[in-house]
């Protein structure tokens, strides 16, 4: 039996020499070693619990948090993915270093432990409290006060917090909100909170109480500008991907403008891996970005020049793989899937020919339903007309014939014609726009023709879009007109020497990659796919960049096929559970029509940023154009106007006084609407858009959760410090000087601080919270339950509580549970039920996608048209509005559920759904409304209604979504599902091991029999349509917007070149060196957006912040040597950083990473001594009017679907030394 | 022979997406705690670059590793002797801004920042004497993605070597990563430099370990470890370093930084080595020699006679298997494409290097040039210069990098003419001959490399407890052996294998 050990023997215990062996070199120890004992203590914990990050990267991994005597000590990522197969690389473990040093967060300095209240509103309130005995009042008498108003506003952002606890912050909250609601209208509350799919219970806690009381809920994936605008213009979808492991099934893979390794971290090894399954790797990127290191090739394209290297490669396909020779498979997959062999009707330009819409049946006598909505072809074997199943009349005419069949009536075989250069009546010139310089220009090139009669006996000239796709590139035929002699023509568009002038890449690079990225489609039926993100998304003209880019896919035949198609990876858009996400989250099992509202508009006016917009040269171009030379706020309040764009707040008037002076005159609903149509009309109502400095306009209560709008995504920041906020700014541009609206009412000044109160919610402090009235004290994702999904991989993670919520802090959907029950009980006293009027644009995937035919804009204030709701203007819905009864209505799932419900036209019945829904939440005992109905009061309640009512994970869901398609398409698709009717995942099942979503017609990818999710498999394999006007993929766009800014078919728009100040304003005076560069904010490595940029370890593992890149030339030669202080401006703002210098940059450009925020180590810059900025400080929203268009197919509104974008690339910034650093400690 | 076995890793740098993963997990576990702010058992470094600590690899600075003098290894920093007259003062020692001075945020000031006339903001603070700093000056990773550029790449020991063949400009820009841990080498020169006899290498699994009862803080293990991956805890007094997550091995669990390599570059087997041989292997006159007598010292796990011995001296039958089964043994001894970094150091490292592949340059215009095997660009014409990755990972030599890159490019041509086809017969077989590999040996890369699995990048067998002594008294007493004195015990008889 062993002794204790004793310390002094043990100590000597090394003087004894052990055995030695190798020639003496090396001895054996008989030490004992008991002192291991200490790292293997380290490497002990009580327990695991499964959580993950509700950040928005499209990581979503599952990660092992291991809590160790009560503490979260550290995390490791979970290698428990069910596997992808014997012979495939598999998911684990998937994480990245941002995620793995979360933990820092629980305990570290920057936590908000409890609410926080700005100490001049707080003393504000509790004096009024006490004088008014009604907290509705005493709001009221601090806001109404203009002194007591600017007494807190001015303190925004400038310290001075002070501890306030749930109850009474939460009371104060509940008063602004009724008291905004009485005065001015629901809709002047205003939420932001990005993503759902990060974390979508925690979203909907805010959503649900917005859409009950009517608040505006603003939209955030085109806000972002991480909506790519082309795909629903080629798809009529909103973002639909592959899953990252799909990635390993391609053969030709171009990564071009996403940083794969830096932002997609947790699966680039599926790209990685697939190189050494032979696939090819080209890199496409202005600097030496991390996945070049992958490529095989770099094609360095100067920034924002994508679209001209993507031209010059359709070029070429076209020109080798279509006309040089065919090849079967291209051929075969654009007439089926494609609208190039479609017809479009060309109209006579000045001696010339411009394309115009596309023959509709209703054009050649057809006279079935819908005529005007289906699009015709020339059939091949017949020699004459044909009118394929699936376009949008299809959809709508109720004939079960929404496929993509070639068959025409009588069941006959179609075959599209693609050209009409053997069967052409004769040859015309068509003016095609160019824009690669900065004006307009055309060209005009031949095009072969026919010459048919319209039903009314008048001459149509039509051709196919693919004869003009073939002219409009400049690949010749033979035909007259100017086209490029060959390959090497470096004068006209689109050929390899064109594009090296403008993007630098060699000319042969170009061939070699466009060649070889078409033959290696067209050895594997359709394995070539392209990887895209900010990098050519960020952009003002990203729709034109990415349909160039897109060419190559479709021409390709790659999409609809694993392997193969695009990759859009930036921002996070897929919640999978999406049909019951969208009831709780939206709460249409209670109440209908949601104020959804797109960001960029909205912030565009609430920030005043339409006050400072550039003067366009009004010269007209030889193209010429009607809309280019509209102001953009005209143009969006004209969208507004005619129900493209949303538009909330709706009126300048309160919507609930509208309807209840309505209801005064009208009891039925028919001539209700017809009476507010009418007074819109007559100008007795006003659009709130159109009255942006009207103070009854502003937004006046803004909750901003799960988000930092004013540290990250707000771009044009100074603007919306001055004019939302109302505290200290750098906006360094003059309204003098800007370019002002016609239709838009303005004041002299543009008015600043419209916002009477800003809550923001959050587990740590950043310029959010800084610039907050309240900030309340929000649980970790280490802390909470919630669930998590992305595009990115096929499994549902969720969260889990690894420790309950410590200090005062709460969960989303409990916080907004505590307000909505203050809220409810205000109410009770001071806000009775009443109906609310909300108008709703007209939007895709309804019928009214088919409101307005060809797509002319007729603008019914003008007398072009009669003023029709839902027609030739927004949708008038009426919706009750029960505010004593909040509370009881957000803890309970309503009935509405029972009578079916659904998504982008999927529909599931309800009756089923809602006795399981009582099953599995159990019914609710609060008395009042919500009594005996589903509970929902807790988080573990929201997450489990959501995976129940979600065919994406409840198989049973699944296979009704199916069956409403059949009924649709006249297609077989049950079975589709049906394999895996029985799954149905929980919380509990998801937390035990991670589960594999199941297919539903909700999303357009196959995952059955372990297959990677692939987008538009569903609609290749099973013949559904696409949500376009053809049904097909869209090469071109007949909308009248589109044809007037000449963008029907792609082509080349450079970047937007205006200066960092405008002709006539006054310039910061700069007597040192200083360069005028390209300031672009890709995402960074050490932070997903301002998240995690705070850990020690991010901080210590790079350079703390915040930085900015350049070239090492353009930092020489304004002196700068790498980690000098360095300050960036232009009209927009200031910033202040430190100068990271490379050669590794190209010249001309810098990267301000997105986003660092100003919290850490940024001094005062030297203009204005204000402290900053943001990355978004020299920044500004630049909204694109062909985004802005609606109610015509694809081109119609989408919540996060369809709108203009916040584009941010376009941005030129001085950059110059900072000279002295001014920590402004006074 | 004197047979040991020795738990290995091999990094496959062309896998390696430069994340810093491991580095942030490591770090959570084993050194998020004060006097080890600015340690990172594993770091990452952006090649060309300095790394952490800044030039590690002039050795004519920081004396690390071995020397041969007159055919005999000595400590490059000095014997006993010197030592002893130097205890007091290191010269050689890396400082602290070779390594860098920790920071971190005035984070409360944001919170709670009185009233003022500005927005608050945290100010960057030195975690050593806890004063307000204007900005950070270096850190372990300062270079990350050639940040810095022609100012910090030269400092580069391997680039001021090859000045001819290194550009540092935008067109020829190129770039590599290189996560880094212990080597856990088998003629460790840490241990050797410990005057107190501290540093000692396992018997069981060759886990390199600063015994922190022994250590006495002299630190010549700091700079006597070539790789400098030693580290001096300044609030114990003691060195500390990467312990290859003993407690998780001896589990059969791989160490945290491989398990959460999300770029999957890493994988962990078990070698078996002739102990007896090393000395000799790590004696060898010429340098671009020590790779190859590196190799001599491994042993066949399949070899019978290897199998009999090692049974014979106590290493058992899973360890064996496990040996047979390593993805370590079949890179760096059977395909012979993972090779030791800096073999030169002469302390015959265990962990294994793949080299990377990288883009062509994109400055040949030649069509012809640009493509040996149609898809596939040929080694020769790549981004990183060849001699750059033979001073890392050959002691100079190319054509070992050549054929190791020669077997990359073999193996995607032969994927790719396997899974698409359209490639010239003639030419991959004239590719198959030059990279001297069978198609059978480039399809298991393939599986190894790009499927791994982890049971295939993990093999590890979990350690030998049943050598110890009283297991029943351990069962119910481990860890809380103070309430738990085994005094007065009775025990069960225990019988230990044969041979010990």
Redesign the interface.
Known sequence: ????KNDLL??LK?LVRGER???G??E??P?P?D??????????FDKIVRSTHGVNCTGSCSWRIHVKDGII?????Q?DYP?TGD????Y??????RG??F?WYTY???R?KYP?VR??LYALWKEELKQADDPIKAWENIVSDPKKRAQYVS?R?????VRGNWKDVCQMIAASTIYTIKKYGPDRIVGFSPIPAMSMVSYSGGTRFLSLIGGTILSFYDWYADLPPASPQVWGDQTDVPESGDWYNT??FIIWGTNI??TR??D??FM?????????VV?VSPD?A?Y??F??????AKAGTDGALAMAMTHVILKEFYVDKETPYFTDYVKQYTDLPYLITLKEHNGNFRSDTFLRASDIGDSQELAEWKTVVWDESTKTFAVPNGSVGFRWDKSNKWNLDLTGENESEINPLLSFLNEKDSEVMVEFPYFSKEQGETVERGVPIKKIKDKDGNELIITTVFDLMLAHTGVNRGLQGDYPSDYNDADRPYTPAWQESITGV?R??VI?VAR?FA??AA??KGKSMIAMGGGTNHWFHSDQIYRSILNLILLTGSQGTNGGGWAHYVGQEKVRPLEGFSQIAFANDWVKAPRFMNGTSFFYFATEQFRYEYNFDEVQTKWGSKYTNMHPADFNAMSARLGWLPSFPQLSQNSLDVMKDARTRNKDDKAVIDDLAKQLADGKLDFAIENPNDPRNFPRVFFNWRSNLLGDSGKGHEYFVRHLIG??DTVLSDVEQSWQPKDVNITETPPEGKTDLFVSMDFR?T?S???SDIVLPAATWYEKQDISTTDLHPFIHPFNAAISPPWETKSDWAAFREIAKQFSELAKEHLPAQEDLVMSPLAHDTVNEIAQPRGKVKDWRKGEVEAIPGKTMPNFNFVKRDYPNVYDMWITVGPNIKNGYGTKGVKIPGDKVYQSLLDRLGKSKQEGVGKGYPSLYSDRQAINAILLMSGATNGKRAVEGWKSLEEKTGKKLAHISEGREDEDFTLDALTIQPRQTISTPVWSGLENDNRRYSPFTVNKEYHIPWHTLTGRQSFYLDHEVMLDYGEALPLYLPPINRGPFVKGEKEIANNGKSITLRYMTPHQ?WGIHTMFT?S??M??????WQVI?M??EDAAEIGI???D?IEVYNRNGAVAA?A????????GAIYMHHAQD???????NTINK???GTHNSVTRIYPKATHMIGGYSQLSYGFNYYGPTGSQRDTLAIVRPLKE?D??E? | M?IKAQVAMVMHL??C?????C???C????T?RPGMEYVWYNNVETRPGPGYPKSWEDTDRYKGGWTLRNGRLHLKAGGPISKLANIFYNPNMAEMDDF?E????D??N???????????????KSMITGDYI????W????D?????????VPMDPNVQKLQEHIA????K?????LPRICEHCLNPSCVASCP??AL?K??EDGIV?V????CRGWRFCTNGCPYHKVYYNWNTHKAEKC?F????TEAGLPT?CS??????IRYIGVLLYD??????AASVEDPKDLYESQLSVFLDPFDPEVIAKAEEQGINRSWIESAQESPVYKMAMKWKIALPLHPEYRTLPMVWYVP?L???M?HI?N?SQ??AEG???AVDDMRIPMQYLASLLSADDTTVIRKVLLKMAA????????????IDDMKKSKLLQEADITIEELED??RL??????NERFVIPTGRREMD??LHYKQGAC?IEDLA?????V?YPFERSEGL
């Open positions: 039996m062993k002794q204790k043990h100590s090394h062996i190798n020639d070199w090396t054996e120890s030490r070693r002192w291991e004992s200490v790292y293997r203590r380290r490497w002990a000590a550290y995390e490791t990522q290698t596997s012979d495939f690389p598999d684990e473990p998937r994480g990245c270093p793995a040093s933990s570290s300095p920057t908000v926080y100490s001049d303190a952002g400038k310290g001075g917090f053969k030709y390794p830096q971290t947790p680039a090894h990685v891996e697939s190189r050494y399954n032979g696939t090819k890199g030496y991390e070049e290191k490529a095989d090739m770099w094609l360095p060699n042969a690079h070699q070889e033959e290696n050895l594997t505290s200290k402090m310029s919270g800084l610039f490595k705070e020690s370890h901080v210590q593992l790079f350079r703390g890149w070239n090492e040597k790498d980690n202080w430190r990271v210098v490379t050669y590794r940059m190209p010249r100003r919290t850490m180590g940024v001094p005062a204000n402290r900053g650093v920590w402004l006074n | 004197k062309d896998k997406i430069g994340c810093h993963t580095s942030v997990t770090k959570n576990v084993w998020n860098y920790p920071w971190t945020y984070y409360q944001l919170i709670k920042s009185p009233r003022k006339e500005n927005i608050p903001v945290a100010r960057p204007d900005k950070p000056t850190g372990s990773n300062w990350d993605d050639l940040a810095g550029g022609s100012e910090v540092m400009e935008y067109e820009t190129f770039m590599m990563y107190s006899g000692y396992r018997d370990l015994d922190q009862d022994a312990n997550c003993y407690p998780r945290v398990e959460t390599c999300v770029g999957r102990a007896d041989k090393v000395k000799e990377p990288s883009p062509i994109s215009t069509e640009l493509s898809y596939i660009p193996m995607r041509v032969h994927m790719r003419a396997k899974t698409v086809g359209g890369m393939a490399l790009g499927v791994a699995k982890y002594e009283d860890s004195p085994p005094e007065g015990m025990t």
